[in-house]
């Protein structure tokens, strides 16, 4: 009896992890590298600061660390997730930008799904599932482009 009874429960969490749908994983992180001739760590860092700046409402409030010693800007982002049944919904996600002399890259990840409060519960935040993610990976890729195209323009200027 304890057999069949083990049995059913074994099988009944095989069926349950199979009903789940797949989460976000590392292996989805959107990321690119730039190779940028002749430029070096610290005026990369100077344009990647100004991207933030240029790309958030406020930086200050999506800025969580950075260095210039060592090339480092961490951040976390967000973003409407969209739909009308889904009004309200945000996509939260970290920002990793690394610098050094000649390249920079961007990496966005640990992408979280916040669901409004509505009267039945408070609000909740959930990783994404891949169907959630396929949604919104057009909006950040995007962004990570933005980023890309914002290292590459020429700076010099003599206004």
């Not at 889904?86 to 979280?112: C, H, M, Q």
């Not at 980023?147 to 206004?159: A, I, K, L, R």
Request: net charge negative.
């Amino acid at each position: 009896m304890k057999l069949n009874s083990f049995i059913v429960t074994l099988f009944s969490l095989f069926i349950i992890h199979c009903a789940l749908p797949p989460k976000v994983d590392e292996s989805m992180n959107i990321q690119r590298i730039i190779e940028l001739p002749d430029q070096n760590q610290e005026l990369l860092f100077t344009k990647s600061m100004e991207w933030f700046s240029t790309s958030f409402k406020s930086s200050k409030a999506v800025i969580d660390y950075s260095d210039i010693e060592t090339g480092i800007i961490m951040g976390n982002g967000n973003m409407d997730y969209g739909g009308i049944l889904t009004a309200g919904y945000d996509v939260l996600f970290s920002i990793k930008v690394d610098v050094k002399d000649n390249r920079s890259r961007i990496t966005l990840g640990n992408f979280i799904l916040r669901i409004p409060p509505s009267k039945y519960a408070g609000e909740m935040e959930a990783p994404m599932v891949v169907r959630d993610f396929e949604k919104v990976r057009p909006k950040l890729e995007a962004l990570a482009t933005n980023y890309v195209e914002y290292m590459n323009q020429n700076t010099e200027s003599d206004w």
